[in-house]
Nanobody, 120 residues
Framework: VQLEESGGGEVQAGGSLRLSCAASGNIFNINDMGWYRQVPGKQRELVAA???????NYSDSVKGRFIITRDNGKKRIDLQMNSLKPEDTGVYYCHTPRVVTLDYRPLEVWGQGTLVTVLP
């Protein structure tokens, strides 16, 4: 099972970017999915998460600016990031704490990460 991210890049402060994450492999079901951010010297932190049913959770630092959405049929989540700030800079990782494979094994999976750079 893999999570493949796309959509990172460089943008001026105040701009927008959209990240996507698609799951692939022998997947029976994926429960919660989300995005984490990591900057050098700091722990990876949760940015936004979404349940299979569509309930969302955001860190206080991105509430009102970021929107996480999900397409269960495509096994995909997106993160629309608006009004970006330099402090949003970091490597963004797609994550699921639990994906059940076709042979009913539960796995935790991380994507490889995509870099977002917000210029002042």
């Amino acid at each position: 099972v893999q999570l493949e991210e796309s959509g990172g890049g460089e943008v001026q402060a105040g701009g927008s970017l959209r990240l996507s994450c698609a799951a692939s492999g022998n997947i029976f079901n994926i429960n919660d999915m989300g995005w984490y951010r990591q900057v050098p010297g700091k722990q990876r932190e949760l940015v936004a998460a979404i349940t299979y049913g569509g309930r969302t959770n955001y860190s206080d630092s991105v509430k009102g600016r970021f929107i996480i959405t999900r397409d269960n049929g495509k096994k995909r989540i997106d993160l629309q990031m608006n009004s970006l700030k330099p402090e949003d800079t970091g490597v963004y990782y797609c994550h699921t704490p639990r994906v059940v494979t076709l042979d009913y094994r539960p796995l935790e999976v991380w994507g490889q990460g995509t870099l977002v750079t917000v210029l002042p």
